[in-house]
């Protein structure tokens, strides 16, 4: 199975400052057609998940453009270029590559200092 | 707009069975592939199961903490998702999600609202 590490786990952030959480899986993420399969989901505080970006860098519908998402093979990041209060939550990486099964890094939790 | 509604869940003693439904609407159901995916109390985000399309045979894949005890079906005729839990487990305690394709195409990832399962004596 691939593994998903991401970090750090946690996050605390000023609001109006960047954040960064990175992504690495244990294999290369390159699926045999081309496309690398790495997804980030955001969980706010008694919400369910919500997709934000889709293979690597795609902004899901009505995804903020402060959010952003890069990498290659087995490196990846999300980026905030400002956070808001409403970014508060926890944060997944997720691999759809080499299933099964799916795999998701542990979480990283953004908090505000 | 793409709504998932699951239901059916509740407290279970060890051992014993649930079945999970999941009403989907917004998005042509017959063509996705399906995906659920758990949450225990204040943990991570995992995989439990997927079903494919009926050009792909309906064939399902599980997590190997789940597999041989649950089922994943559908019923493309009503728009439904479900999830057959046998032999429930103390750890099977989470809330369960229907979603869509979570793999990375453009038009997956959605998640439903969940639904508690608690397996307790």
């Known amino acids: 199975d691939v593994v998903m590490t991401q970090s750090p786990l946690s996050l605390p952030v000023t609001l109006g400052q960047p954040a960064s959480i990175s992504c690495r899986s244990s294999q290369s993420l390159v699926h045999g057609n081309g496309n690398t399969y790495l997804n980030w989901f955001q969980q706010r505080p008694g919400q369910s998940p919500r997709r934000l970006i889709y293979k690597v860098s795609n902004r899901d519908s009505g995804v903020p453009d402060r959010f952003s998402g890069s990498g290659s093979g087995t490196d990846f990041t999300l980026k905030i270029s400002r956070v808001e209060a409403e970014d508060i939550g926890v944060y997944y990486c997720m691999q759809g590559s080499h299933w099964p099964p799916h795999t998701f890094g542990q979480g990283t939790k953004l908090e505000i200092k | 707009e793409v709504q998932l509604v699951e239901s059916g869940g509740g407290l279970v003693q060890p051992g014993g069975s649930l079945r999970l439904s999941c009403a989907a609407s917004?998005?042509?159901?017959?063509?996705?592939?399906m995906d659920w995916v758990r949450q225990a109390p204040g943990k991570g985000l995992e995989w439990v199961g997927r079903?494919?399309?009926?050009?792909?045979?309906?064939?399902?894949?599980?997590a190997a903490s789940v597999k041989g005890r649950f089922i994943i079906s559908r019923d493309d005729s009503t728009n439904s998702l479900y999830l057959q839990m046998n032999n429930l487990k103390t750890e099977d305690t989470a809330v369960y999600y229907c979603c869509t394709d979570i793999s990375g195409s453009s038009y997956g990832g959605y998640f439903g609202q969940g639904t508690l399962v608690t397996v307790s004596s």
């Open positions: 917004g998005f042509t159901f017959s063509d996705r592939f």
């Open positions: 079903i494919r399309d009926k050009v792909n045979s309906f064939t399902t894949d599980y």
